[in-house]
């Protein structure tokens, strides 16, 4: 029999400082085993709590101070058996130092925190992970941060702060028209562009990251299908996303490839697209720090030099922090005679050259951050291969220039 766990474990916090533990396992029978075997594993309530599967695959690790509540056995399919275990853990005489203290953050969410009393031998037991649910905040409170600190007579005062994180939510919607080709006629025509933004708990963001492909009717256009999906990293229990779909019949035209779009000279041609991308610098880079009471201070500690993604010219502290700051993205198209993999020297180069470009891109010079590189084989008119390489290039905010020795290491 092998044991894999199909869901990380779960760990609920509630005031009182009882933790709630839940883990689901997959069971896989072997040739010659009976389903007797996986209830012979089966934990009993009372038992200590399993955390995870010994390298084995066939034993239970387990943590003694965590006991079963209780284990459901059912089976998922063929040989394979589904255990989900739900358990508690009791670290002793921990209490909450006074109320629940909320606020609305700059984005608009709700964050709580508390201050709760354990003593030194149960902090470890009771200290949570970033992300784990916070129950004494309320539903859909998830832990983003804590903070220790020495309250003698062998206490620590743990101090945990709370994000209210619901289900995916959209919180924006566009719709857009792009030059996509021209017909045989000689006539351009367009194609039809949604974008949509969404706020996305961490614990499911791997639902979006399979969004690519799949039909976007629901809040598209009917024959709409996601074709991209990029995503922003906001809090640690927290994303945003940003969802493209495209018409799908634009993919598939009666017109063959080079009737559509204008393939000829690829090796003299330099094609530019530009969008623009929200930057956001955290209190953190900026050089500040968010005090108990909510107050954002200078860090002493802050190091500009390796700390801020931007300086500026006249060497003042960047106070833009926890916002939006437009930036605009140059995609820079060019095109190489043979495929990708005869070109990829260009790719390894490019990336080599350093995380700042000092040039003119178009007719507008300056010091960019290269972003990223994709590589793609087309043909052109004639049925030649060639690769396309596409490179983006990021621009500084208004009065800001890239720090070059944060992003060699950061990018």
């Known amino acids: ?10 760990r609920t ?16 029978l072997e040739t010659g ?17 399993p955390v995870g599967i010994a390298e084995n695959q066939c034993e239970w690790i387990s943590d003694a101070t965590a006991v079963v509540d209780s284990a459901v056995l059912s089976l998922d399919s063929g040989r394979c058996w589904r255990i989900e275990v739900a ?3 009791c670290p002793a005489a921990v209490e909450r130092r006074g109320g629940v203290f909320s606020a609305v953050g700059l984005d608009g969410v709700e964050e709580r925190r508390a201050v709760f009393a354990v003593p030194k031998e149960s902090l470890t037991a009771f200290q949570p992970n970033i992300g784990d649910a916070m129950a004494w905040a309320g539903d859909s409170f998830f832990c983003t941060s804590m903070q220790c600190r020495t309250a003698g007579n062998g206490l620590i005062l743990l101090t945990l702060c709370a994000r209210k994180v619901a289900e995916p939510y959209r919180v924006a919607l ?8 021209y017909l045989p006629s000689g006539r351009r025509y367009s194609e039809t562009v949604w974008q949509a933004k969404w706020r996305v708990p961490a614990s499911r963001i791997a639902d979006f990251r399979q969004l690519s492909g799949t039909s976007a009717a629901d809040w598209a256009g009917a024959d709409a299908i996601v074709t991209e999906c990029t995503e922003e990293k906001l809090s640690p229990v927290e994303y945003q996303v940003t969802v493209t779909a495209r018409n799908r019949y634009s993919f598939f035209r009666r017109f063959s490839t080079a009737t559509l779009d204008d393939r000829s000279d690829l090796g003299n041609r330099v094609d530019i697209k530009v969008t623009y991308r929200d930057l956001v610098i955290s209190a953190q880079q900026a050089g500040f720090y968010r005090s ?25 502290p960047f106070s833009l922090f926890n916002r939006n700051l437009p930036t605009m993205v140059v995609c820079e198209s060019r095109y190489y005679r043979g495929g990708v993999g005869d070109n990829l020297n260009r790719v390894a180069e490019w ?21 990223d590189i994709k590589a793609d084989n087309i043909t052109d008119n004639d049925g030649r291969i060639w690769t396309r390489i596409d490179r983006f290039y990021r621009l500084p905010p208004a009065n800001c220039q890239w720090n070059p020795t944060y992003w060699e290491v950061n990018l």
């Open 351 to 371: 990336r080599g050259d350093g995380a700042i470009y000092s040039g003119r891109l178009g007719k507008h010079a300056a010091k960019w951050l290269r972003m």
């Open 87 to 89: 358990g508690r853990k």
């Open 174 to 181: 566009s719709r857009a028209e792009e030059h996509a080709g």
């Open 33 to 49: 085993e009976t389903p007797a075997a996986v209830e012979a594993l089966m934990p009993g309530v009372g038992d200590s709590f």
């Open 292 to 316: 108990r009471n909510d107050v954002y201070l200078p860090n002493t500690l802050w190091n500009p030099a390796v700390d801020c993604p931007l300086i500026r010219p006249d060497g003042t």
């Open 1 to 10: 029999m092998k044991i894999t766990a199909i869901a990380p474990l779960r």
């Open 13 to 28: 916090f509630s005031a009182s400082g009882e933790i709630t533990l839940t883990q689901a396992f997959l069971a896989a």
